[in-house]
């Protein structure tokens, strides 16, 4: 099967047209069009239930679309066959909202696996890269540690260090806050600017926190829950100021409550 590509020739790093999500005959969102640029830190926020886990999903191929496409770097990820999308998936990491690590593996033993499974590197190469993917996410000397001696700010580092494991083009994030203190939250999303920086890494991130929003965002999309569809996209500064959506500048501002938060 020949791939498809964007006629923007790979302008954009993550395209989205006419996409449509939904359970069996529940609408989740409709009509969504966006796209991310290269080396921007791309935002999807909403209120709870309005399908933004739903639309990282289907971003990162676990989920097809009942309707509309979705391009990486061009190329349209459900018009390859099963052995092109999957070295197409290849180019982007996840880092799951709960790190998603193995408890039985150590961190490094975490971050080898598709270093294994996907490269020809020796062991001792093996051994190198996992250390310097621990190095980058500050978990320098902690390769021998297993998950659950660490604690929840350090996990969700070590999650990260396997994401990048493959030195992905793109990022993909589900509320990597979450669980998080204030604290342990901010050095997350300072870390994030910093492998975009390192990696020159395109970003996507779903998340609530206004903190997060606004700290490493160059633009963000609002899904409405009520609309079922993007009600705005821009910089979140700028929704907030001159947005005439209520419910985004409410999201925004966290002024009042609104159904779907």
Known sequence: MVAKTSHNDGKYMLEVR???MQYGQRVIQKNLNFHVLPGEVFIIMGGSGCGKSTLLHHLIGLHRPVAGEILLAGQSLWAQDDEQRAKLLRQIGF??????????MTLAENIALPLREYTDYSDDEVRELCE?????????????????????????????????????????????????????????DDLI???????????????????????????AIFLDAENKT?????????????????????????AGKFKGF
């Open 18 to 20: 006419g996409l449509t």
């Open 230 to 254: 993007i009600s705005a996209i821009g910089k979140p500064d700028e929704l907030r100021r001159t947005c005439e959506n209520p419910r985004v500048r409410e999201f925004l501002t966290r």
């Open 132 to 188: 310097l993917k621990l190095a980058l996410v500050g978990l320098a000397g902690f390769g021998h540690y297993y998950p659950a001696e660490l604690s929840g700010g350090m996990q969700k580092r070590a999650g990260l260090a396997r994401a990048i494991a493959l030195d992905p083009k793109m990022l993909f994030f589900d509320e990597p806050s979450a669980g998080l203190d204030p604290t342990s939250a901010a050095r997350l």
């Open 95 to 104: 880092l799951y909202q709960k790190a998603g690590l193995w408890s039985s």
């Open 193 to 219: 600017l910093e492998l975009r920086d390192s990696l020159e890494a395109t970003i996507v991130v779903v998340t609530h926190e206004l903190a997060s929003i606004y700290e490493i965002a160059d633009r």
